[in-house]
C-alpha cells in the first residue's frame, strides 16, 4: 500500500463549478500537507500549505486537513480553465528534526480539466 | 527573474551513454535538489544538496550521481544510463533544507534511454 494515495483523474468539471480534489494516507504521524499544481510541460509549485488538522483559505482554494480520517482535500470555488492542470499532495513525515532536511511524500497527482 | 533552470528540456540517448542534466538557480538558495516524476508513482527524490559539498542520497540514488561544487549549480550524471531511467526529471531549490522553506522547481528534462 502507498504511504499516499491520490486518484488520477482525469476529473473534468464545467467551468464554475467546485472542485473537490482529495488524498488519503496512511502515517498517523504526517502533519505538514501540502497542495502543489503542475501545469503542463512545466515543474510543480506550491499552492497551499497547512499543518495539523484544520482549514485553510486563500482566495479561491480551501485546503482542509481530517487528521482523525487521514485524509486531506483541496476545494476550488468558481473554476477556471486556467485551473486545468495536474495538481499533486504531499506531506512531511516526522521522521527529522525542524531544521534538517525533510524529506516530501507524494501522491502520484489527479488530472484537472475545466471545460468552458 | 528568480528562477530554476534545467538543460536539455528533452533528450533521447542510448543505453550505457553517459550524460548530465544541468541544474542551476540564481536565488542563491543552499538546498537543491533531484526528483524523478514516473506515472502513477509521483515525484521520488534522487540526491539533494543542503549547501556546497553536501549532497546525500534520497529514496531513489541508484545509477545517478550528483555534485555542488558551486551554489548555484547541481548537476545530476547518469554514467551509464539504462532504459528504466527513462523518466521526466526535475530540480528543485529552497533557501534552507528545512520544512518551512518552499521548494520551487525547474521545467523539467524529460529523458527517453532506447
Known amino acids: 500500500q502507498k504511504e499516499v494515495e491520490q486518484d488520477p483523474g482525469p476529473l473534468s468539471v464545467p467551468e464554475g463549478a467546485i472542485v473537490s480534489l482529495n488524498c488519503t494516507y496512511s502515517?498517523?504521524?504526517?502533519?505538514?500537507f501540502m497542495w502543489y499544481r503542475q501545469y503542463s510541460r512545466k515543474g510543480p509549485e506550491l499552492l497551499m500549505y497547512?499543518?495539523s488538522s484544520g482549514n485553510k483559505e486563500d482566495g479561491r482554494f480551501t485546503a482542509q486537513v481530517d487528521k482523525s480520517s487521514k485524509y486531506i482535500s483541496l476545494f476550488i470555488r468558481d473554476s477556471q480553465p486556467s485551473d486545468s492542470a495536474t495538481y499533486l499532495c504531499a506531506m512531511i513525515p516526522p521522521t527529522r528534526g525542524a531544521d534538517s532536511n525533510y524529506q516530501l511524500i507524494w501522491g502520484a497527482g489527479t488530472k484537472l480539466i475545466i471545460k468552458p | 527573474e528568480a528562477q530554476v533552470t534545467q538543460n536539455p528540456r528533452y533528450l533521447i540517448t542510448v543505453t550505457g551513454k553517459k550524460l548530465t542534466v544541468t541544474c542551476s538557480q540564481n536565488?542563491?538558495?543552499?538546498?537543491m535538489s533531484w526528483y524523478r516524476q514516473d506515472p502513477g508513482l509521483g515525484l521520488r527524490q534522487i540526491y539533494y544538496s543542503m549547501n556546497v559539498e553536501v549532497t546525500d542520497k534520497g529514496d531513489v540514488p541508484e545509477g545517478y550521481k550528483v555534485s555542488r561544487k558551486e551554489k548555484r549549480n547541481f548537476p545530476l550524471i547518469l554514467e551509464s544510463p539504462s532504459p528504466n531511467q527513462t523518466s521526466l526529471y526535475f530540480c528543485a531549490s529552497s533557501l534552507r533544507g528545512d520544512r518551512n522553506n518552499e521548494q520551487f522547481f525547474g521545467p523539467g528534462t524529460r529523458l527517453t534511454v532506447l
Open positions: 536565488m542563491n538558495h543552499e538546498y
Open positions: 497547512t499543518y
Open positions: 502515517n498517523s504521524a504526517f502533519q505538514y
